[in-house]
DNA sequence: ACATACGTGTGGGAA
DNA sequence: TTCCCACGCGTATGT
């Protein structure tokens, strides 16, 4: 990886457009070709380009190095004043990729192996069905219930109440005789969402805060 | 700010959990506190605490060294194997922020200076109009015409749908006596989402490419 | 602090 | 590839 702390001004153009006016900046070049430029507070690089793209070093009319990355539908271009250092580290090859737990993918596995847990009297829950307009999350059945269209969140906030909306609409159409019934399930379900939720007679289910540890 | 090659494991425990298998990475420990550790590949870090976490250095049973962050809900710790190198490099604050240029806000202004680009007979534009669930991006008004309720995005998804269909609710509750139209205003509409709108009775307007040149 | 929405969001999975 | 949605989304803004 080579790391290099210059002073600069940047400009982005591609899915956007960005100018950056001259100052200090960390600049991070990995060894896949991913570049980003970070300023010395917050996380999340201030420009940057995927790897894959064209480098390319000229001067303008001033004199100025000037350092382009190119894709064919993205350029990224650092006008440097100084390079203040330059730093290579050889580092060898990672290949651990990150472990999540408590996804929203977990929960919802979670909630195709306790469908009674969620609502007495469900016993068959179906992952991730097509609807046309999005894929419900997960829909349960169970003997003389109506059919609960499910939408799992972490967090539940308005528009899960219009995804669950989507998705009862479209199984009406697809099921005209069945009775549905939508329904939101999440670790946390803010109050202006539950309002709307109940509103439109979609049932909110707040999982229970220890639901990893119920078998 | 301060840049740590080291060989490490990482476990993280807050919003979600994560673990990271033991590798080498870099640390970037900037001036206002957020931490961020890179792989040699990509341009998001890995892992990361936002800046006002509390560090401590502790021992484990193992002797290897541990570096942890913590704040009320968040902790990031990491168990250190090697410390490969550890560089300090002295940067002046960088006061610029970045200027960004055709964002959504730009299209906003844009079409609130040419309502009668977006439909005939419209005059009077009104941003960012409050509804209780969420600020309508553009109403628009004319003479004899229904209110037209917008939502402007860059590229509309099926989510944009919802939006348009809350502000339609909220706004038929707010002037019950007014015809009110949703419309969805973008420089690209999603096939998905054009058929859910239109199926919806919203209008979709699809800007044209060259918007930023009509004056 | 909560609610809401944009972003060069990024990343991953499915059609 | 395009399309769609989750994300420890981050970040900004209004209440």
Redesign the interface.
Known sequence: ?R?V?L?CHISYSGR???????????L?W???G???I??????K???????GSLFSETLNEDGDLVWSFETSKERLTLTIYTI??D?N?A?????????????EDHVQQWIALHPHLLAEGYTEATREVNT???AVDIVLRGKGMPLLVVEVK?TAM??AV??V??YVDAFREIYPDEEIVGCIAALDIRP?TFA?ASKRGFRCITLPEDWKSIA
Chains 1, 2 share one sequence.
């Open positions: 990886m790391m702390i002073d956007g457009e960005t100018t950056l006016e001259r100052g200090e900046r960390l991070l990995k060894s896949d991913a570049v980003s970070h300023q010395d507070a917050g996380n690089p201030v420009n940057y380009m995927a790897a203040l250092d730093i580290v580092m060898a090859e990672d290949k651990e990729t990150l472990q999540r737990d408590g996804t046309g307009v999005g972490r308005l528009g219009s995804q909306g989507r202006k709307l």
